[in-house]
């Protein structure tokens, strides 16, 4: 029985502490597993995975060793929230993604706090930040930083631009004259309408082409998430990242899968669907506790016993 098969699993993935090897297919039905050859074919212990993200979680460099690197290379935890479905996989870059060229994500550590992840969805999957890539993973840009949801969805491509709402003053932050978190509060609060002022905010341009600025622009969306105060952590913040090809799971720089409160059968459905497509590797899914108050922090656990079954 798959319960007793991924029990199996489970426990290859507090033992294993190496990286994933690839090979042929091993899977003949979407719930059924050869655990024989998944024993070879385990990613990073979930423990480790855990710890590692708590690790940087807790870590607030301004960069990562030069203006030119954004924190994001090497801090934080870069994370996408999904809703699994029969007919696809989550990790697959949705059509209005395809389209666009780019795909949302959040940033969370413990200068950038947020209670919710966006539309109230309870699970998704965690990137490794680019320094930290596994061998033959995908190096997927960062774009643009939202200090809080930019709603996205209908602004210019690749949805770090002006949204329709306000095409001028919701450009991309430099373009528009501000690089600073002060700069983008004032801008912020000359909104004409607060119910509309996430369409008014500005993405900070954090593009491997901003260079010697680059560092210091996604420090500036981390500061201003400060300055926004305790009314906005209900609310997460958003990442555009560059959008990937289709159907390339072994690609992709996925660490984990995570959950909060009762996302737990939508984590398994994708741990269970990323073993199939993949041809046996395993990825640990991980619980995030999200911050009960402006003061806390997000927590991340491995559970054995939250592993597919």
């Not at 459905?269 to 640990?284: E, S």
Request: net charge positive.
């Amino acid at each position: 029985m798959i319960r007793n098969q991924l029990a199996f699993v489970a426990l290859t993935l507090i033992l294993a502490g190496c990286q994933t090897h690839e090979q042929a297919p091993l899977v003949s039905t979407s719930n059924t597993i050869d655990i024989a050859a998944a024993a070879t074919n385990t990613a990073q212990s979930g423990a480790t995975v855990a710890a590692d993200l708590t690790k940087r979680y807790n870590d607030v460099r301004v960069n990562c060793g030069s203006a030119s690197t954004p924190a994001f290379l090497c801090t934080g935890v870069i994370l996408r929230s999904t809703v699994p479905g029969p007919d696809y996989s989550t990790w697959n870059p949705s059509p209005h993604s395809v389209k666009s060229g780019g795909v949302s994500f959040s940033f969370a550590r413990k200068d950038a706090r947020f209670q919710k992840l966006v539309f109230g969805q309870n699970s998704g999957f965690i990137f490794y930040p680019i320094f930290e890539n596994p061998a033959g993973k995908l190096k997927i840009e960062v774009l643009c930083s939202f200090p809080i949801d930019g709603w996205s969805h209908l602004r210019d491509v690749p949805g770090c631009g002006g949204h329709p709402y306000y095409p001028t003053q919701s450009r991309r932050c430099q373009t528009i004259g501000i690089s600073t978190a002060e700069q983008w509060m004032t801008h912020w609060r000359s909104a004409p309408s607060a119910a509309n002022a996430p369409a008014f905010q500005c993405s900070f341009d954090v593009r491997d082409s901003m260079n010697q600025l680059g560092a210091d622009s996604f420090y500036q969306s981390i500061r201003t998430r400060n300055l926004l105060g305790a009314t906005w952590f209900h609310q997460q913040n958003e990442l555009i990242l560059a959008t990937w090809p289709q159907n390339v799971p072994k690609q992709l720089p996925i660490q984990a899968f995570f959950y909060i409160d009762n996302g737990l059968a939508n984590a398994r459905h994708d741990q269970l669907d990323y073993f199939n497509k993949t041809g046996g590797q395993v990825l640990p899914i991980i619980k995030m506790t999200m911050p009960a108050s402006a003061a806390a922090d997000m927590t991340f656990t491995f559970n054995a016993a939250d592993q597919a079954k």
